[in-house]
């Protein structure tokens, strides 16, 4: 469950998580149209403290599967997507990324959409 404590505006947004199991650069992604990731406000975290610290909100079974990938030389993204921000930043805040197909090496781990 998430919860917002910080300012609310009547935009909705919808945060996602993502593995990068080899530390690459993010590439584009296919949606109908190609996106650069690094087009968003990505948070990249490398450290076990770092996921501790920024997921408590996270379930134990979560937080092992980031560890893991942390262990294995990989990092955790985070980026949003508001509906606010554009058609793009829209059509993600809506429909998520969980049927979106990545590069190899790059993992899903929160995509939901809907706000």
């Known amino acids: ?5 910080d300012f609310i505006t009547n ?4 945060s996602f998580v993502l593995a990068n199991l080899k530390k690459d650069e993010l590439k584009k992604i296919k ?8 087009r968003f406000d990505l948070k990249k975290f ?9 997921f408590d909100f996270a379930s134990e079974d979560e ?6 990938i942390i262990k ?5 993204i985070t980026f949003e997507a508001d509906s606010d921000g554009g058609p793009i930043s829209q059509f993600l805040c ?6 979106i197909k ?6 899903v781990l929160q995509g939901d959409g809907g706000y």
Request: no cysteine.
């Open 46 to 54: 490398t450290t076990v403290k770092e996921i501790e610290e920024e």
């Open 94 to 99: 809506e429909n998520g990324i969980n049927n």
């Open 31 to 38: 949606i109908e149209v190609e996106v650069d990731l690094n």
């Open 63 to 68: 937080i092992d599967v980031m560890t893991s």
């Open 11 to 14: 935009s909705s947004s919808v």
């Open 1 to 5: 469950m998430k919860i917002k404590n």
């Open 102 to 107: 990545f590069q190899e090496g790059i993992k």
């Open 72 to 76: 294995n030389g990989g990092e955790i």
